[in-house]
Every structure is written in C-alpha cells, then in structure tokens.
C-alpha cells in the first residue's frame, strides 16, 4: 500500500505541500519518507505487521479536507495522468453533493463508476457474481445527487439511461410528486427491470407512501436494494422493510471516494475493496465515536490520502470476524451522520444516530421524515416531524421525548414539537436532521 500511495501521489503537486513527521522529529517529504518506509517494511517487519506499519504511517501524514482541495483545484492536481486524459478526452468531471460543504469539482476516468459497481458486489452476496456488463440499476435519489439536475429540464426516459443505469428523478422536492410522478416512475421501473434499485431511503418511503395513497398498482420486485445517499432512520428501514419483500442493505460512499463501507447479510459493514484504508480519530469525548479519514486510490487522476470525509462513525474497541466468511478489516459499526450537523450542550454531543435512538424508542413507528433544530440565540430545541399515517403522535410520546431528550444531555432544555404535513429537503435535495437556526 505505502508504495502505491508513493507511485498515485508523485506527480501531483498539491501532495508536494505537505510533510511527515518522523519519530526523530525532523520533517521530511511526503515522497521520501514513504520511500523511506518502504524499504523498512520490506527489510525489517513481517508481512503479518504490514497493515498496523502502514496505518502508523498514515497517522503522520496531514490530513486533507474539502477545502484544501476546492483551494487548490485545478492547478495542483495537473498530473501527468491528467493531461493525457484531457488530450484523450478520457474522462469525466463531476461535483459532490454539497452535503457537507460547498460542492467540489472532481475528475475521474470514464466509467469509473462501474468499476465501483463491480468492487461493492465483490462485498455483497446479493450482487456477488452477477455479469457487471449486463447490471441494470435505477437509482431514486435528489436530482443534484444523481449529477443530473433534472428538473432544470425534462430529460426524457431514454435521456435518463446512462451506462445502464436509469435516473428515475426529475423533480428537486420529493414532497411535490404528484399521481402522474408516482406512475411514471412505477412504469419506468417496471419497463427497465433493474437488478437492483440504489434509493436515498427517505426519497423510497414517500415513492411508496404515494403508491399506497394514489392506489397504484405496482408489482416489480428488484434483486437487492441499497440504501444510500443519506442518513437512513431505523423507522425508515423497517417502514421499506415491510413493504419491499427483497434484501435491503446500507451503501456507504461519496462522490469524490466512491464506496467505501456496504452492508453484508449479517449487518456488519465491511470495506468495499484492498484499495481502501481507514483512520479513526476520536470524535470529541466519546469514546465510541470516530471522525473517519480515508485514503483511497481508486481513482487515478485524484488520490486521496488521509482525507477528512466530514462524517462521524461508530466504532468497538476491537475487529471481530464476521459470519458472513468476508474479512473485516475495520471495526465500524455505522455510519452516525455528519460532524457539522450536530448539537452539543455542555460535554455532551448528539449525532444523527444518538437522536435516532431515542426517536425509535417512542415514538412506536409512527414518525417518518424529522428535524431537530437547535436555537443558537437561546438554546432551545424544535422538533419538527411528520408521520406515517399523517396524524399526530399522542402527547405522552412528546412527553417521553422531551424527558428522554433532558436525561440525554443531563440538564432541562427546552423542546417545542412541530408537527407537519412534509419537510422540505435542502438546497442539495438532502434532508437535514439536525440543524442550528
């Protein structure tokens, strides 16, 4: 791994900027001291001590965020790589999502998803071994995500096609389809018979919401279904669990990584492929909480190394094997949400999943889409929700939920409950958890 990270990042001149510490306390280049470490795991540590000298290794390296790259994008990625491509016309440009941050403009090679496709069924039991040339799979998701932005326009059925892959999606607001959406997107699934359907778990549940409102007759069955994109809220899941009687597994990734963490039959995460190493740094004060750096060098044109993905996870102290007979070599539990979309009051954080306990324990399935907005000015909590059946949850369960919100964070917070018919999604078609207004 140390020399294929040597070989990605040689010629990329935003790599030049940074430097290792070593154990001596001098500073030298990142180029060097990977040589350097190199050549000692070749002549003084056993194959078995690999894995734990390269993380040791990485652990020195500075880490890399979106910003830095956005700062120094184009000019100091103009790798040899690159410049060929362009002349080639071999590649392909796209953004992130703007989830996190602003959105960041990436260069890939072209196709380079399916390569993706082809690594993440090597993961799963339920693509193993099917032909990658011959995958059909429609992804439901915000229009920004799908890097078709749809609803500028009207692209047609057969526009929507790309690599064998259909973008069902044209609207930025779920919340708007109306019946005429919800049977397009029903016939078009039907029509294309995608192997799988990759969703944004909150975008399915109001497509099958509507199914069931409108009376739509809708039979298709995927393969598998993975949820990705965002976020997915244990409501949510066994709201799609009862409804769609295939395997529902967590996808894991990001536009500028790609996959990096899929869902195996027996609930454990695993990494997605060998090209793939993760770093945990506590997050905060908890000691099951780790801010998650990756470095990845899978697309050849912009390696990451030690990249900050803005994400938080959760994380045991040590790795078991799992049963599914696939290595585990990392000890991620689940994904916990975004580390700028938390809320803290005095010592105590709160992440997307911490608040997502809670909301399951009381509320007996009958939330669906929620917010939780915190008041900077005055330190109150507003939580917005809607529902299932789109009735109001009885008081003892906002009662509930205003102790249990009290016991969490140790002290008597105000909590104001707003209860609406649909929650609108972000500017990124994203919907935002927690939130500070």
């Known amino acids: ?13 935003f790599y030049h900027y940074f430097y290792l510490m070593t154990d ?62 362009f ?18 403009q990436i260069v890939r090679p072209k196709d380079w998803w399916k390569g993706e496709y082809k690594r993440t069924a090597n993961y799963n039991k339920y693509l193993m071994q099917k032909e990658i040339n011959n995958w059909k799979k429609a ?29 069902l999606n044209i609207h930025p607001d779920p919340n708007t389809w109306k019946k005429t959406d919800i049977e397009r997107i029903c ?59 295939c395997p529902i597994f967590n996808l894991y990734g990001s536009t500028e990584i790609g996959y990096i963490l899929c869902e195996c039959e027996c609930g454990q995460m695993h990494l997605c492929d060998d090209l793939i190493q993760v770093e945990l740094i506590p997050f905060k004060n908890r000691t099951d909480l780790f801010s998650l750096i990756v470095t990845s060098l899978r697309n050849p044109f912009m390696p990451f190394v030690n990249y900050k993905t803005g994400d938080i996870v959760k994380a045991t102290s040590s790795n078991n094997k799992c049963e ?26 709160m992440t997307y999943g911490d608040l997502d306990e809670i909301v399951y324990s009381l509320s007996n399935n009958l939330i669906f ?11 109150n909590l507003i939580f917005r929700y809607t529902t299932f059946n789109k009735k109001d949850i009885p008081q003892i369960h906002k009662t509930d939920f205003k102790a249990k919100i009290n016991e969490y964070f140790g002290t008597n917070i105000s909590v104001n409950f707003i209860f609406e018919q649909s929650i609108r999604p972000e500017i990124s078609g994203k919907f935002a958890i927690i939130k500070t207004i």
């Open 369 to 379: 889409v929620y917010q939780l907005l915190l008041e900077e000015k005055n330190g």
């Open 87 to 104: 002349m080639c016309e071999n590649y392909e440009s796209t953004y992130t999502s703007g989830s996190t941050s602003e959105r960041m």
């Open 324 to 349: 599914c007979g696939l290595r585990t070599p990392t000890n991620i539990q689940w994904v916990m949400g975004r580390e700028k979309d938390i809320i803290t009051f005095g010592e105590t954080v």
């Open 187 to 245: 016939y078009e699934i039907e029509l294309f018979k995608p192997l799988y359907i990759d969703v944004d778990p909150i975008y399915l549940s109001i497509l099958l919401n509507k199914i069931s409102d409108y009376g739509i007759n809708f039979q298709y069955t995927p393969q598998a279904i993975s949820l990705s994109y965002e976020y997915c809220t244990k409501n949510i899941r066994k709201f799609i669990e009862s409804h769609i009687k």
């Open 139 to 167: 992804i439901l998701t915000t229009a920004i995500c799908s890097n078709m932005a749809c609803y500028l326009e009207t692209p047609s059925y057969e526009e929507r096609i790309i690599h064998n892959t259909l973008f």
């Open 24 to 85: 001596t306390g001098c500073f030298q280049s990142v180029d060097h001291l990977l040589h350097i470490s190199h050549g000692c795991c070749q002549q003084g540590t056993h194959a078995q001590d690999d894995e734990l000298f390269i993380n040791n290794s990485l652990n020195k390296l500075v880490i890399i965020d979106k910003s830095m790259i956005m700062k120094s994008f184009p000019n100091k990625w103009m790798s040899n790589k690159i410049k060929e491509a």
């Open 1 to 13: 791994m140390i020399e294929k990270i040597r070989e990605s990042i040689k010629d990329i001149e």
